[in-house]
């Protein structure tokens, strides 16, 4: 779940050593046992000071800011989503089994068998009463700070947010269904993409499709899921992170033409000369 994701980048922002997977330094620790001091989840129910209880309240965000005043040594992460604790769904389940993998805490415990479960945010649960007191902080945020708003369409989120914002899409759960071994030989130079090489990629992605009998969106999925790891794993390159966002950007403008009924291969031709221009 996209949570995990958001968990993920700040063990990486704040790992002491080399952010591999079972790094256990202080900072990793503390954030997969999601008590770390400078890692805040903001939903309605998290973080609370007032007695609100289905929004972000102005005060919250109010708090976060002032939390900002201070120079930190960490690499501080905000996590804004909206979040229940409930019963639940067969589906959410096994969503909650497959977050258990990860090897992240929850920010909340379990009660009575009632788990704490994040959704997306949307504008009923973050007014724009308190998006807008913090929209400056988010345009030119302090150093080592990063606002990650968790939500399932950007439609939910307010504009004004979205637009001083990197927006990437983070494919569903169950990753290693995604295949990314037909797209790496074109990515061994990334950001650096061999123009002359362009329509060999449309045509692989094409080929590859039909061969396997696939939808086209799978076939974008996974180079989004390629290009997740990628970030994941240049967290700390801000530069390379920018084109890696803009990009995984620009796939999920793919899929919007995918949808619109444009053809299978002028969308993969228009995704490869957009890389070559890189
Ligand atoms: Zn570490």
Not at 10 to 27: H, K, M, P, V
Not at 185 to 204: C, G, M, Q, S, T
Not at 229 to 240: D, I, M, P, R, V
Request: proline share 3%.
């Amino acid at each position: 779940m996209q949570y995990a994701f958001a968990l993920e980048l700040a063990r990486q922002l704040n790992c002491l050593e080399d952010g591999r997977e079972d790094c256990n330094c202080q900072n990793c620790r503390w954030i997969r046992e999601n008590k770390h001091p400078a890692v805040m989840t903001v939903s309605k129910i998290d973080n609370k000071t007032d007695s609100s209880k289905t929004v972000i309240s102005e005060e919250q965000i109010n708090n976060v800011l002032d939390t900002l005043v201070n120079s930190s040594d960490y690499h501080r992460v905000f996590i804004f989503c909206n979040a229940d604790i409930k019963e639940l769904s067969v589906r959410e389940k096994s969503m909650y089994e497959e977050y258990k993998t990860t090897g992240f805490t929850l920010p909340q415990e379990e009660i009575n068998s009632k788990i704490w479960y994040p959704t997306g945010i949307n504008t009923d649960c973050f007014s724009s009463v308190a998006a807008n007191a913090m929209l400056k902080s988010i345009e030119e945020p302090p150093s080592n700070v990063n606002f990650i708003f968790l939500t399932e369409n950007k439609d939910d989120l307010l504009q004004t947010i979205v637009s001083r914002s990197q927006s990437f899409g983070v494919p569903d759960s169950r990753y290693e269904e995604y295949n990314t071994e037909f797209i790496k030989p074109f990515f061994v130079n990334y950001p650096v993409f061999n123009k002359e090489r362009a329509l060999d990629f449309a045509y692989a992605l094409l080929t590859y499709q039909t061969d396997n009998d696939l939808e086209s969106e799978y076939i974008i999925n996974c180079i989004q899921y390629y290009l997740t790891e990628l970030a994941k794993a240049n967290s700390q390159n801000s530069n390379l992170l920018r084109i890696i966002f803009k990009d995984i950007e620009k796939t999920e403008n793919s899929k919007k033409m995918l949808r619109s009924y444009i053809k299978e291969q002028s969308v993969y031709e228009d995704l490869a000369f957009y890389f070559a221009k890189h």
